[in-house]
Structure formats: C-alpha cells, structure tokens
C-alpha cells in the first residue's frame, strides 16, 4: 500500500474539517438584521374560538361576581375537563401600559379564576 493510499483518508477528513470551518467563519461575519421597530400586530393573526367555551367562562364570571361558588366551580370544572384548550384573546395592557390583545386559553382563565375564589368558595 502506497503513502497516497494510506494518507487519502486524512486529506479527504482535514479537506472536510477545513470547508466546516470556512462555512462557519463566512456564517458568523455575515450581519443580523436589526428587529423591526414595529412588531407584526397580533390581530393579524385569525385563531378560532369555540363560542360555548367563551359562553361558559362568561358565566363563571357571573356566578363569582353573583357568589354562586358551587355553581361557578360547576362551570369552571366544565372548562377545565374539555379535551384541548381553546385559544382566548384576552384584552389587557401590556407591559409599557398600552392597551393590547393578549393569548391565552381557557384553562389558563378557569385556572386563573379557581385560583382567586374566596376559601369558603
């Protein structure tokens, strides 16, 4: 067996470390562009809601406000046991205070709610 034969292995693997590294250095030099100064609004987005779900949150709503515990738990154990999570857009102000449309779900919300109820509730 020849030097070339018993060294084409190296040469092809060093020729291959090589180009990876020609190939990252060349990735890494080239710019980031910059984030848009205005996000993409997240209305322009269209996610369906089932209506019932929006319904019975609604009237968990009423029966905390009405102190109706047993009824509101009733509800919200309704949306807590449904089999997927709808999406729910939640109006409320962000961060720098502006107002917004926020995701969320509905177990996130029947959570949200169960968690807040008095302990007698």
Known sequence: MSTLQ????????TALVGLLVLLA??????PVPPPPDTPIPFAAVI???DTRLRQK???????VKAQEWGEAVRVL??????????FLPTKAP????KPGVHPGGFRGEAL???AGLPPRG
Do not use: F, I, N, W
Not at 79 to 86: H, N, S, T
Not at 94 to 97: C, E, I, N, Y
């Open 6 to 13: 018993r060294m084409r292995p190296l040469l092809t693997a």
């Open 25 to 30: 250095g060349s990735a890494r030099s080239q």
């Open 47 to 49: 996610v369906p809601s």
């Open 57 to 63: 949150l609604e009237a968990a709503h009423d029966y």
């Open 77 to 86: 154990q309704d949306l807590l046991e449904v089999k997927e999570d709808q």
């Open 94 to 97: 962000a961060a720098d205070g």
């Open 112 to 114: 949200r709610l169960l």
